[in-house]
């Protein structure tokens, strides 16, 4: 792999240093054109919603904003960049956790569609503005992830209304004065079998039934979340997206029909599927230890991917001008943390002090989650558009860290 786009890797290294995130432009809106293309073929009524907490870089927010995608947001900050990017507020979504007023207040001033996590989240939404349209993130009971940590529904998690509450939650919305509702749910992240999307929003629009229909009202949306997956070893095969969109329209027809919801829009919050195989960090070999096993030791430790160390994520290592794979290898970063670890046995040519290695995949839940862990300094980005790298962020420097800290 000797470029990213049509620029020389090396290139990119010498003039902006490493570690330092690329972002391939092209990948991008490929990715959102086959997501959107498939859905479109199937279910017209569709709105695709960028995760911003995959990547929240306001250049990579304009980019989506220009491919007439809408955003899902998180947090308050989230909202902001939204909106400086220019998204349609009709095209935003909040969908947050265990809010607290503050964020409450925020997200209702922004006049965005909410998705509520839990019933004493909307308690205390109404006193501060009565919506005109909510959601319930509903916990269907069942969740699947590409790791532990990402499941994000069952018994186990944290998120979501418990569908045994979801009629209680609805009658309260409606009790309440609202008159316009959507439906939500999340089961998990990185998911790559099609027939798991239909179960779970079968079993999603069995619950949305059950409610509305007792209590004489229709859903204007059904939000399906994310969970699009992506392969992250070459033994992995892509996610079938036109066979994911064939297999949920068609539950969504039938349950809709079932049920009386005449034709919901559609919604969906993918991320990791927009951007993750766009991004890619470039990282220097610093040094190479023979100990109890091989150590290759790069400038890009867990403050700058923490996907390996938090969840035991896998990513792909290339390097730099070499293919002839020789050797397994223990890849490491600086941080003085033993679970700094990039890759554990992995199969990577003869490796040398001074050369570049590439990890794959990490547009998504790379940078949005870095630190300054061990006081190391975050990195640049640079986004390859129209054959040109541009510079999206400066690297971070110790002024910028200084510069929040009181000094009296």
Same mark, same amino acid.
């Given at each position: 792999?000797?470029k ?14 490493t570690?330092?995130y ?33 990547n929240?870089n ?9 491919l ?19 998204f349609?507020k ?38 501060i ?5 909510i ?9 699947r ?15 979501g209304?418990?569908?045994e ?25 990185n998911? @790559? ?9 079968d079993k999603? @629009? ?20 994310g ?20 297999l949920?329209s ?6 809709s029909?079932?049920y009386?919801?005449d034709?919901?829009?559609?919604k ?10 766009a ?19 790069i ?18 290592i ?10 397994f ?6 941080i003085?943390?033993n679970?700094?670890i ?11 002090e001074?050369?570049?290695a ?24 640079? @986004? ?17 860290i ?7």
């Amino acid at each position: 792999m000797e470029k990213i786009g049509k620029i020389d890797i090396k290139y990119l290294a010498e003039n902006f240093g490493t570690p330092l995130y690329v972002y391939d432009y092209d990948i991008i809106k490929n990715n959102y054109q086959r997501l959107k293309s498939a859905f479109d073929k199937y279910y017209p009524k569709n709105t695709i919603h960028y995760s911003v907490k995959a990547n929240s870089n306001l250049n990579i927010l304009k980019v989506f904003k220009d491919l007439d995608c809408g955003a899902d947001c998180s947090s308050p900050f989230e909202l902001f960049l939204a909106d400086k990017a220019g998204f349609d507020k009709n095209k935003i979504l909040y969908t947050g956790n265990y809010e607290s007023i503050e964020d409450l207040k925020v997200a209702a001033n922004f006049n965005v569609k909410i998705n509520i996590d839990d019933i004493n989240s909307f308690k205390r939404l109404i006193k501060i503005k009565h919506p005109e349209i909510i959601s319930f993130r509903i916990n269907p009971g069942i969740g699947r992830g590409g790791f532990e940590g990402i499941v994000t529904a069952g018994s186990d998690a944290k998120f979501g209304v418990p569908y045994e509450q979801a009629f209680e939650a609805y009658k309260l919305a409606l009790d309440s004065g609202v008159k316009r509702f959507g439906i939500h749910m999340m089961t998990g992240s990185n998911n @790559l079998e099609p027939y798991y999307f239909a179960e779970v929003v079968d079993k999603l @629009l069995t619950i949305a039934g059950n409610i509305f229909t007792k209590l004489k009202i229709a859903p204007e949306y059904i939000d399906i979340g994310g969970g699009f997956g992506i392969p992250y070893d070459d033994d992995e095969e892509e996610l079938n997206i036109e066979e994911t969109a064939r297999l949920v329209s068609e539950v969504l027809i039938e349950k809709s029909k079932k049920y009386h919801f005449d034709e919901p829009e559609l919604k969906m919050e993918p991320g990791r599927y927009l951007i993750g195989n766009a991004g890619y960090l470039i990282s220097k070999v610093t040094g190479i230890k023979n100990s109890y096993k091989r150590f290759i030791g790069i400038d890009a430790g867990m403050n700058v991917l923490i996907r390996p160390a938090l969840y035991g994520a896998r990513h792909r290592i290339k390097i730099y001008g070499k293919n002839d794979r020789k050797n397994f290898y223990y890849v490491c970063g600086q941080i003085c943390e033993n679970s700094d670890i990039m890759a554990s046995h992995i199969y990577l040519p003869e490796v040398e002090e001074g050369d570049l290695a590439i990890i794959l995949d990490v547009g998504a839940y790379g940078f949005s989650m870095s630190s300054n862990y061990n006081n190391r300094l975050r990195p640049a980005e640079i @986004l390859i558009k129209d054959e040109k790298a541009h510079l999206i962020r400066a690297r971070e420097t110790y002024e910028d860290i200084l510069r929040l800290m009181n000094l009296d």
